[in-house]
C-alpha cells in the first residue's frame, strides 16, 4: 500500500533518519571514569543531581525485585549515548526525558541512545524499569534471615539499579519500598510517608545530604525501629531484628555516647540522623552505610568478644560518617583515608575507654608495615583488586598501616595542629569529595611549612619511612599472606580491628561484593 499522507510521509522520513544517525554510531560499549582501580565504575559526560529508587518487594528474598530508578543529571558534554552501570537485573523499558529509549549492555553497562541528543549543559531524567536480583554473592543485596539488606561496597551498587557507581558522583536519594504489611522496610535519610493499601506498605526515606552509591541502603525484614536522642536532639533511630530488641539494647544505648564523643574530637556529625542497622546475615563485615551503619547480629550476641572490641568497631563505622562518607574519596585510592581515619578514632576510643594501648599497636603494625606495602602497596598507591574479587582492595595497609601514616603525622606536626587538621578537614570536605593531595596541601598549610617529602615518603614508597619520636622501631616482612583480611570483620567496610582483636584468625567469612 503507497502511503501518500504528508505527515505520515514526514513521520516515515524522521524516523528513518534517527535509523541512520543510529547506524553511524559505533557499537555499545562499557565506559568509565578513568579510575585506575576500577576502570570501569562511573561514566563520563553527566552529573547525577538525584536518584529516586522504587523497589516492590513480594516477601521471598530468593525473588528480583520489581523496580524503577529515576535519574535527575546533567550533561557535560553533548550525549548521542548514556552509559549507566548496571548488571543483575532485566531493563524492560528506558526513557529519556519522558520519550522512549533505545537500550543495550555491554559489560556491566546499560547504554542508552535517546530519541534525541542530550545537549551539553541540558538537564536531563533517565528512567529505567527494570529487576533488582538477589541472588548472587558479589554484593549489592545480601540476604538475611528475614529479608534482604544492600552491602555496595565498593563496587556493587549497580548489581541493585543503574547509576554513576563512583564515588566521585555523589547525588540526593528518595527511596520508595513496596512490602508485605508485616515487614519493615527502612533506607538511608528520614522517613517521609508510609501508605498502607491492603497487604501492603509503602515506606518513602529520603537524604538530606548527597551520598555516593556505595554507601545506599535498604533493609526489609521482621524489624523493629528503635528511637532516641543523640546529643543535640540528634535523631537516633536503630533498625534491630524484632526478636533481638532487648537482648541488644546494652549495645544500642551506647550510641548517643559515641556520637557525643566523636563531635568532641572532630566537629558536629555531618548528617540528619544515624543509627546502626543489625542483620541477620553472616557477611564477615560491618559497613558504614551513610546514616545506618550496618552490622552483623552475631558481632553483638556471639560469645567472646570483648565488650571494648565490640565498642571499639561501632565507633569505627561511626567515624567513618565524617571520613568517608561526608568526605568521600575522589578515586579508589585514596581510600587510605576513609580507612586509617576509621581505624584511628577506633584505637583511640579503645584506650581512652578500655586502657588499650595505641602504642602498642601502632608499634605492631609498623613492625609489619614493610610487608603490608610489599603484598598490597603504598597507602595511597594501593595494587588493585584481585580480578574478580574487588573486596582484595580491603587489606591490611589499609587500616593500621594507614592509621600509622597519622600516628607518624601527629608526631611530624605535634597534637594541636594534628587535632585542627582533623576538624579543618572534615568542615572544608563537608558533602563533597576529596583527594589525597587535598589533605596533604591541608596539612602543610596547618603545619605552616611544607610536608611533601614527609607524604611522599609515608604513602607512596615500598619501605616504611623512620618513625618520628621512635627511633628503635623496626619493620619487617613477615611470612604468610599479607593480603589475608586478619580477621572475620575484615571486609568490605573490612575493619581489620588491630592485631589486639580476639579473633585474628587470618580469615574472612563472606564478602558480599
Do not use: C
Not at 360 to 380: H, K, L
Amino acid at each position: 500500500m503507497l502511503l501518500t499522507n504528508r505527515r505520515l510521509r514526514a513521520a516515515l522520513l524522521a524516523a528513518a533518519s534517527v535509523s541512520l544517525v543510529a547506524a553511524t554510531l559505533p557499537a555499545p560499549e562499557p565506559l568509565g571514569i578513568g579510575d585506575p582501580l576500577f576502570p570501569r565504575l562511573g561514566n563520563p559526560g553527566y552529573d547525577v543531581a538525584a536518584y529516586d529508587l522504587d523497589f516492590t518487594y513480594g516477601g521471598d528474598n530468593r525473588k528480583p525485585l520489581d523496580a524503577i530508578t529515576k535519574i535527575d543529571a546533567q550533561a557535560t558534554q553533548r550525549l548521542e549515548r548514556i552509559n549507566l552501570d548496571f548488571t543483575h537485573g532485566k531493563v524492560r523499558s528506558v526513557q529519556v526525558n519522558g520519550a522512549a529509549a533505545r537500550f543495550a549492555t555491554a559489560g556491566e553497562d546499560l547504554v542508552i541512545t535517546p530519541a534525541t541528543p542530550v545537549e551539553d549543559g541540558a538537564r536531563m531524567r533517565i528512567t529505567v524499569s527494570h529487576t533488582s536480583d538477589p541472588a548472587g554473592n558479589r554484593g549489592g543485596w545480601v540476604r538475611t534471615s528475614d529479608g534482604l539488606a544492600m552491602t555496595n561496597q565498593a563496587d556493587a551498587a549497580h548489581r541493585v539499579f543503574p547509576g554513576n557507581d563512583h564515588p566521585a558522583d555523589k547525588a540526593y536519594f528518595t527511596f520508595r519500598i513496596t512490602a508485605p504489611e508485616r515487614l519493615t522496610a527502612v533506607a538511608n535519610g528520614v522517613l517521609e510517608g508510609r501508605a498502607r493499601a491492603g497487604a501492603i506498605t509503602t515506606w518513602t526515606y529520603r537524604t538530606h545530604h548527597p551520598m555516593a552509591t556505595e554507601l545506599a541502603q535498604v533493609s526489609i525484614g521482621d524489624s523493629t525501629v528503635v528511637r532516641r536522642q543523640g546529643p543535640g536532639g540528634l535523631p537516633v533511630r536503630d533498625v534491630v531484628p524484632t526478636k533481638d530488641r532487648q537482648k541488644l539494647e546494652p549495645w544500642l544505648k551506647k550510641t548517643p555516647d559515641q556520637i557525643g564523643w566523636m563531635e568532641r574530637q572532630v566537629g558536629p556529625y555531618p548528617f540528619e540522623n544515624y543509627g546502626v542497622l543489625v542483620v541477620g546475615a553472616d557477611t564477615g563485615f560491618e559497613l558504614e552505610t551513610q546514616t545506618l551503619s550496618l552490622f552483623e547480629r552475631s558481632l553483638f550476641t556471639q560469645p567472646g568478644y570483648p565488650e571494648w572490641y565490640v565498642d571499639s568497631v561501632m565507633v569505627h563505622e561511626l567515624a567513618h560518617q565524617w571520613f568517608g562518607d561526608s568526605v568521600s574519596p575522589r578515586r579508589w585510592s585514596d581510600l587510605w583515608l576513609n580507612e586509617g581515619h576509621a581505624t584511628w578514632y577506633e584505637m583511640r576510643y579503645a584506650q581512652e575507654h578500655a586502657g588499650e594501648s595505641m602504642e602498642t599497636r601502632m608499634r605492631e603494625a609498623y613492625r609489619q608495615s614493610n610487608g603490608w606495602r610489599a603484598a598490597g602497596g603504598p597507602p595511597a598507591s594501593p595494587k588493585p583488586p584481585v580480578e574478580g574479587q574487588p573486596i582484595s582492595l580491603f587489606r591490611p595497609v589499609m587500616y593500621d598501616g594507614s592509621a600509622l601514616v597519622l600516628y607518624a603525622l601527629r608526631h611530624e606536626i605535634g597534637e594541636q595542629a594534628f587535632a585542627r587538621l582533623e576538624r579543618d578537614w572534615v568542615r572544608i570536605h563537608r558533602d563533597g569529595t576529596a583527594t589525597t593531595a587535598d589533605f596533604t596541601e591541608l596539612a602543610s598549610s596547618v603545619a605552616g611549612r611544607d610536608l611533601s617529602a614527609f607524604f611522599t615518603a609515608w604513602l607512596y614508597r615500598q619501605k616504611t619511612p623512620p618513625m618520628p619520636g621512635h627511633p628503635d622501631w623496626r619493620s619487617e616482612a613477615p611470612a604468610g599472606n599479607q593480603n589475608a583480611p586478619r580477621n572475620r570483620h575484615a571486609a568490605p567496610d573490612r575493619t581489620p580491628h588491630g592485631t589486639g582483636a580476639p579473633h585474628g584468625t587470618g580469615t574472612s567469612h563472606g564478602n558480599g561484593a
